[in-house]
Structures are given as structure tokens and as C-alpha cells.
């Protein structure tokens, strides 16, 4: 039962286009969303999250936005770079606080 | 360098054979997770240490046990080892009450390789 799910396993963006990439959740429990983005041969990065009391958080180039009643957030990449290319995985935490991610997606920034 | 420190990087070793993987969480954070990466797979969380004492059990198989020493640096073991077993096996951080906001620090991962 994948409580986390990222349903796009790659995405290609244009350098300087927006990248947005989208998850899915169905635990109505989860009150912190996280992005993390992993390069190859390294582990999982920390980027931005966001509290389920807020709909949007901006850190520079990245924007997450939730959606709660549809259970859905999505983090917005503008302008897209080609060091931006890597796997990006969402992720939830609940009461337990333990985080549960989704499979990722691959993104590619063409130069 | 993250702060977190996992040794070693890769492991090759035959089935039904035992091996122990270990992590050293950065300075001041308190809890160790440890997590499992498939092929193409996201990561799965398998169990929660915090201060030596574990805090949480995710689908951790019944031949895996880990556990957290007093200097807070933590050994995942895997026994009986399988061909499925085969993964990257990554192992995180994080400081009291700031992970799920701040997330868990990792570390670069133990790519494991059961022939």
C-alpha cells in the first residue's frame, strides 16, 4: 500500500523552462511534506517542506505548493537548471514522524 | 560531506551469509533511521533508533536487527542473506523534533550486492 506516490518516473525540462513535479498522498494523517533530491552515488538530499497548515513555501528557486483536499503537492523548479537534474523524491511524516517516500522521479534539464 | 558517515560504501558477499552495516549520525542528532532502496524502487523505511533506544519498526524483515550504541552510532545487521536483498541501504539523522519539518540528514549509502 504506497501511502506516498510519485506517478511520472521521469520528466526532461528545457534550461530556464519550470519544472514541476507532482505527489500524491492518502494518508490524511501526514501533517509535513518534504522534497529531497538525490544525485547518483549520493544519499537523499534535503530541499523544502512544507506544514499542512500552510499551501505554499518558497526557498529561492523552489516552490512547494499542497493541495490538502485533493492530497496532492508539487514542487516548481523556475528557472530549471541543468545542475537541477536528479532524482526527486517526496516524502510525508505523521504522528509517528517517520518519513515515507514515494518512489521519486527522474529529472532531466536539457541544456 | 553530509555529517553522516556509512561504511562501508559497497559490500559483495554470497547468499545465507551475514554482514553488519554502520552508521555514524552527525554530531548533536539523536535518532538514526535506517532505510532500503530497491531498483527502481523509493526507500523504505526499516526501523527508528533514538538515543539507544529503538523507537519505531517499519518492514524490517525478521533476519535484519539493528541497534544504536551509547556514542549514538548504529549497526544494521542483515543475516541469511538473499539475492532480494540486494539494495542500497542508506542511514539518516536527525535532531530531536526537527525532523519532520527539517528533514532527516543521510548518509551516502551502503550498496549492498548478494551474489
Known amino acids: 500500500d504506497q501511502q506516498v506516490k510519485q506517478n511520472s518516473p521521469s520528466l526532461s525540462v528545457q534550461e530556464g523552462r519550470i519544472s514541476i513535479l507532482n505527489c500524491d498522498y492518502t494518508n490524511s494523517m501526514f501533517d509535513y511534506f518534504l522534497w529531497y533530491k538525490k544525485y547518483p552515488a549520493e544519499g537523499p538530499t534535503f530541499l523544502i517542506s512544507?506544514?499542512?497548515?500552510?499551501d505554499k513555501n518558497e526557498d529561492g528557486r523552489f516552490t512547494v505548493f499542497l493541495n490538502k483536499s485533493a492530497k496532492h503537492l508539487s514542487l516548481h523548479i523556475v528557472p530549471s537548471q541543468p545542475g537541477d537534474s536528479a532524482v526527486y523524491f517526496c516524502?510525508?511524516?505523521?504522528?509517528?514522524?517517520?518519513?515515507?517516500f514515494g518512489s521519486g522521479t527522474q529529472l532531466t534539464v536539457l541544456p | 560531506d553530509s555529517g553522516v558517515t556509512q561504511t562501508p560504501k559497497h559490500l559483495i558477499t554470497a547468499t545465507g551469509q551475514r554482514v553488519t552495516l554502520r552508521c555514524s549520525p552527525r554530531?548533536?542528532?539523536?535518532?538514526v533511521y535506517w532505510y532500503q532502496q530497491s531498483l527502481d524502487q523509493g526507500l523504505q523505511f526499516l526501523i527508528q533508533y533514538y538515543n539507544g533506544e529503538e523507537r519505531a519498526k517499519g518492514n524490517i524483515l525478521e533476519r535484519f536487527s539493528a541497534q544504536q550504541f551509547p556514542d549514538l552510532h548504529s549497526e544494521l545487521n542483515l543475516s541469511s542473506l538473499e539475492l532480494g536483498d540486494s539494495a542500497l541501504y542508506f542511514c539518516a539523522s536527525s535532531k530531536p523534533g526537527q525532523g519532520a519539518l527539517y528533514g532527516y540528514t543521510f548518509g551516502s549509502g551502503t550498496r549492498l550486492t548478494v551474489v
Open positions: 512544507i506544514s499542512s497548515i500552510k
Open positions: 554530531s548533536g542528532d539523536l535518532s
Open positions: 516524502a510525508a511524516s505523521g504522528l509517528a514522524r517517520q518519513l515515507t
